[in-house]
C-alpha cells in the first residue's frame, strides 16, 4: 500500500473515542476571542494547516467560491482599525444608555494586537455562472464561505491560536484598502494569534450584554413552533434535560 492509499484508508476510519472527545472539545471551547493575544508568532507551517483546513470546507457545486488575503502590515491594520472605531460609534447610536455605554465599553476587536489579519472573500464568479446547487439558491456561495471560515475558525483552535471576527467594519473600506474586485465580496475580517487564555464563556455572555439560549428553545418537530411532537419523545426528552455529552 502506497502513501496515498494509507493516507485515504486513515481518511475513511471510524473517529476513535480520544479523536471524537477532541473534535468536541474544539467545538465547545472555541470562542471569539477580541483580547488577551500574546507576542508568539503563528509558525507558517502551523498557520499553512490551518488555511488547508479551510479549504477543505463544503461548497456549493465543489466552487470553492472562497479566497483569503492574510494581512500583517501595519498601516494596513490602521485602516482597517479606524474603520472599526468608526463603524462602531455610528452603530452605538442605534441604541440608548445604559445599554449604550455598555456597548462603547466592550472591547470588540484585536485588529492591531494580533500578528495576524486574514480577510475571507466571497468570488461568486469562479468556475463561471452556473454552479450547481446555486441557481435556486443563490446565498449557497455565500454559506460556503461561512463553512470555510468555521473550519479554519475550529482549526486554530486546536492549533492553541485564538480567532476574532470583526464585523463591525465598512465593507467599503476593507474593498479599497484590500483591493477588491468588484464583484467580490469580503466576507469576514479575522484577527489571528496565541492567546494567554480562552475563557469559560463567550465574553458577552459573561458581561450579561445576552443569554446562552438553551438546545430545547430552539429546536421544532416537522413543522415550525411544534414542540410536541409524538414522533420525537426520546430526543426531545434529551433536549429537555440540556445534555450535550461534552
Not at 468556475?127 to 464561505?145: D, K
Not at 475550529?154 to 480567532?163: C, D, H, Y
Request: glycine share 4%; net charge neutral; aromatic share 10%.
Amino acid at each position: 500500500m502506497n502513501k496515498k492509499q494509507e493516507s485515504v484508508k486513515w481518511l475513511a476510519e471510524n473517529f476513535t473515542e480520544d479523536e471524537k472527545k477532541g473534535f468536541y472539545k474544539a467545538i465547545y471551547s472555541r470562542r471569539d476571542v477580541r483580547s488577551h493575544f500574546i507576542s508568539k508568532i503563528i509558525e507558517d507551517s502551523v498557520l499553512s494547516k490551518i488555511l488547508h483546513a479551510a479549504h477543505h470546507a463544503p461548497s456549493v457545486g465543489f466552487s470553492q467560491p472562497w479566497n483569503f488575503i492574510l494581512i500583517k502590515d501595519i498601516e494596513t491594520k490602521k485602516k482597517i482599525k479606524e474603520s472599526f472605531d468608526e463603524e462602531k460609534n455610528r452603530s452605538s447610536k442605534l441604541v440608548e444608555d445604559p445599554k449604550r455605554s455598555k456597548y462603547l465599553s466592550f472591547k470588540l476587536e484585536g485588529i492591531l494586537e494580533s500578528p495576524v489579519n486574514l480577510c475571507v472573500t466571497y468570488d461568486p464568479t469562479k468556475f463561471g455562472p452556473f454552479i450547481i446547487g446555486r441557481s435556486s439558491m443563490p446565498e449557497a456561495g455565500l454559506y460556503s464561505v461561512c463553512c470555510a471560515i468555521q473550519n479554519l475558525w475550529l482549526s486554530a483552535r486546536t492549533e492553541g491560536i485564538g480567532l476574532g471576527w470583526v464585523s463591525i467594519l465598512s465593507n467599503k473600506v476593507l474593498k479599497e484598502t484590500l483591493d477588491l474586485p468588484e464583484h467580490v465580496v469580503p466576507v469576514a475580517y479575522l484577527c489571528l494569534g496565541y492567546v494567554d487564555e480562552f475563557a469559560e464563556k463567550p465574553d458577552l455572555e459573561t458581561k450579561g450584554w445576552l443569554p446562552r439560549l438553551e438546545l430545547k428553545d430552539v429546536v421544532y418537530f416537522e413543522k415550525w413552533n411544534d414542540k410536541e411532537n409524538k414522533n420525537w419523545v426520546g430526543i426531545k426528552e434529551m433536549i429537555k434535560d440540556n445534555l450535550n455529552y461534552a
